[in-house]
């Protein structure tokens, strides 16, 4: 007899990723990718789902013990419903546990992406034998996942852990969230790009606009698309501006940092997403401000490290998700 | 033979108020207020502290089964030492527990007074069965309590909760303890105050300085001395400056409580402490703002409501320490 199948996906509002785990492993004896197509709406999404984890299952569907699904914004992980994920058109209220276990007749799961990536760094990661853990990922959005005393921290109604959407700047401008000066809005990929975006059509923005332009030329593209790495090879490349807007997006991460450390005092942050491997040009910043700001005590306690499983995190954690977290989401 | 007596001691920068407990019960069998005279430094607070809770403990001393002592300022409840107490002069790195104990020859526990507050209100008052709730206290100093799965979140070092020292102005002023733009800063009473005694200085402030000396031929005092309270009596007045301050005070506290709501997912949180008392022209404004910014699930799941315990909560808190708290305490 064989070990015990786990299946983890992460839906995302581009692809699709399954990965199948042989008993409590984080490498994968499978792998699947297709993409959401979100927008042909949420049955459509569903059926792709159903197909990539059994495609992930290959004959061990029988042998899968179950299925962790990983997905973007406010869910409830106990009742199993996404409220409303930002990312895909359709999906409110929506019973996903139910839908998926109808189709798969296996126990499915659900979880908040960044909850379970969050999982996935603390068991298998950068964060081992760690009890009081924050995860910050900063890549198109901010999200974070909160670990106290060695649980996921979920919330009265699962949502806990929003920290992108801590606001840093009371009286600056409205998130999409519906909040004021979110983190999310000044630091994310999203951010970046944004501020670059709003530099170009102004006169201080012509250095940029030229550095951008060349690379377009280079890169066969059709529409000049200024994203945040667009702006981190310009400031790379010397140019003032983009240097000017990768720093203020990392001393707002730094003042966020500093928020975190005082509400939790934890013993590790773990920083992932695709804006941190930008590398030095933001994280000096971003450590300087909590050097400067952050109270003594739980700053000197508090290490501050890179997340180990990149873009994996979530699908390890959707994996786990059933032997870690069996009775919290069975019971709530 | 009688039930165990407990004590429970609130050490602040003016006065040292120790309380006698029989049993789990919230209401004093004995109360003592003393000054705590912290400028002569941190060997006479320690003999006036020794003093207060032998007079409370009256001929129970033997029978005394702990003594809990909420002091403010980062310190470390599993150890027993107080890193830092900003009201008290010396308080540097002093082993509280230890030099107590000593002097007393019963156990003694020490906790941060936000928390300990926080365990007062979850134990005998606003929070009673809940446990996922936020303290938040608001008065000369903005402090917090979490609690998590029903128990204190103390994080790595015990200084966690430090709510007031969240930025939410991440461009603005330095605050006491060194970041910029927190919560304190701006809506504390010092804070408040802060706010008026500069606008006096100016020609907008004109109207609310007249209505400051009026009061002050009133109340027999010599010296023109804006607090939060003037502010507040001049706001009721109709000064539309005093309106503004206090406004601008109150939306500040509401943009924390959406970072709270959107951290921590809470299902409720207490507010407390003199700010709070000023009451719908509060009020209002910092629950309309949370109205508008939080996400709507967490925000709809979470009940805002008023501390029940008033300025004892603290020395109620530091009463049920032992019997709630000990097996933490001790083991950290």
Known sequence: MSAPQYIGVDVGGTSIRAARFAGHSHVPVAKTKVPTQAAKGAEVVLQRLEAAIR???????????????????????????????????????????????????????IGNDANLAALGEWKFGAARDHQDVLYLTISTGIGGGVIIDGKIVEGAKGTAGELGHMTIDWRGERCNCGNIGCLEYIASGTGIARAANEAIRSAEGIELLAFARTLLEHSGEEELQIDAQTVALAAEAGVPLARAIIQNAAEAIGAGLVNIIHCFNPEMIILGGGVIQMGPMLMEPALRVVQERAMKVPRESVRIVQAQLGANAGLIGAGALIYYYNDAYISG
Chains 1, 2 share one sequence.
Request: proline share 11%.
């Open 55 to 109: 495609q992930t299952a290959g004959h061990e569907l029988d042998n899968v013990a179950g299925v962790g699904i990983a997905a973007a914004g406010p869910l409830n992980p106990h009742t199993g419903v996404v409220l409303n994920a930002p990312n895909l058109p359709g999906w409110q209220n929506l019973p996903l546990k139910q839908l998926m276990e109808d189709r798969l007749h296996r126990p499915v799961f």
